[in-house]
């Protein structure tokens, strides 16, 4: 088994923030975030989950609104809609 496998199966997956068993604020697969002990995410991490995110609101914003788009948005009404759904997130989007 690979080492990040070996990670995944040790320390499990869990998608909200909890404490770890040193009283850690942690998320993910151990990831420390907690501020007292100094630790959080490097921009260069926050950059490549905005990339992530990002790509992930323009794909439900296509399903969307596609044909749309093609229609009667340009580049920056697009750009538009896609930070708005970033702000608002897919559920609130939709309602």
Known sequence: ???????????????????????????????????????G?????ADMILDMRLAEVDRWMTRKFGRLRKLFMGRRRWN?????GYWLGEPTFNE
């Open 41 to 45: 995410l490097s921009e260069e991490e």
């Open 80 to 84: 538009a809609l896609v930070k708005l």
């Open 1 to 39: 088994m690979k080492i990040k496998e070996q990670i995944k199966v040790a320390e499990g997956f869990r998608p909200y923030p909890y404490r770890d068993q040193n009283g850690y604020l942690t998320i993910g697969y151990g990831f420390n975030v907690d501020p007292s002990s100094g630790a």
